[in-house]
């Protein structure tokens, strides 16, 4: 139940308006992304957990952030009502990181991959990745765990980010074995 309200209560915050853009790829101009964080599937999956996770008030590297994904890519959590209705949340790369800066002013947060599928073909890719999130990275159990559902595109050059679609663990719809490593 905890690991419930904590979710939602992110979700909450990740919900919350932000500023209007007309169009993000053109309301400020798009950082360039490292190279070696777009060179394949796992730099780019491995940078975004990377980028989001540190303790309290540490300020994020949003540009970096912002230059995995394409300029139109979309951030998309499932927020749950207490009667069990789903609905998606959608926000821009520019949304989340304005939005999640708020919480991460406040609070630590760690998340790590604990498990992968990918599905690919020619320039696309579609990658379930199992998450865990912690406060602190030497708590004993995660306060979430959930599914990152990745849709990327190879442009020839790089790995763009062009959707994250996710939901949370939560009581009564655990996480299907399939997607988690054998050993949790």
Known sequence: MHRLLLTAGLLMILARPAATHAQDSTATAWPEASPG???SIDAILA??????SGPAGEARDWDRFRSLFHPEARLIPVAVSPEGAARPIVLSPNDYAQNARRYFDENSFYETELFRVTEQYGHIA???STYASWHHPDDPEPFARGINSFQLLHDGNRWWILNIFWDSERTGGPIPAKYLPANR
Do not use: K, L, P, W
């Open 126 to 128: 579609q990658v379930f």
């Open 47 to 52: 940078a975004v957990y990377d980028v989001i």
């Open 37 to 39: 964080d777009v060179v």
